[in-house]
Nanobody
Framework: QLLLVESGGGLVQAGGSLRLSCAASGDTFSRSVMGWFRQAPGKEREFVAG????????SYVDSVKGRFTISRDNAKNTVYLQMNSLKPEDTAVYSC???????????WGQGTQVTVSS
């Protein structure tokens, strides 16, 4: 079991930065692939970024490559999403998720709102 709690969302002007955090409680965090997803109003949820258990492998959706960075600190049971050069189209509810072992993303946080004004 993993409980995930996101923080760090807010309102920022275009071109600004935010750092999202996802704190996990449970004993499987260090063995889980972690991901960030987002859902904008009227749109389906989309994958944003993922990171493997060691942090040595990451992946990103094309629209955020070069602007967002996912990282993790297994000692703190926390995964981060550094978001730079934010655009209005990045506005969404951002959620973190955990995929223990080789399974699907089965644990989800409640989400944090990110709003980018033009």
């Amino acid at each position: 079991q993993l409980l995930l709690v996101e923080s760090g969302g807010g309102l920022v002007q275009a071109g600004g930065s935010l750092r999202l955090s996802c704190a996990a409680s449970g004993d499987t965090f260090s063995r889980s692939v972690m991901g960030w997803f987002r859902q904008a109003p009227g749109k389906e949820r989309e994958f944003v970024a993922g990171i493997n258990w060691s942090g040595g492998s990451t992946s990103y959706v094309d629209s955020v490559k070069g602007r967002f960075t996912i990282s993790r600190d297994n000692a703190k049971n926390t995964v981060y999403l550094q978001m730079n050069s934010l655009k209005p189209e990045d506005t969404a509810v951002y959620s973190c998720a955990a995929a223990p072992g080789t399974g699907d993303f089965r644990y989800w946080g409640q989400g944090t709102q990110v709003t980018v004004s033009s």
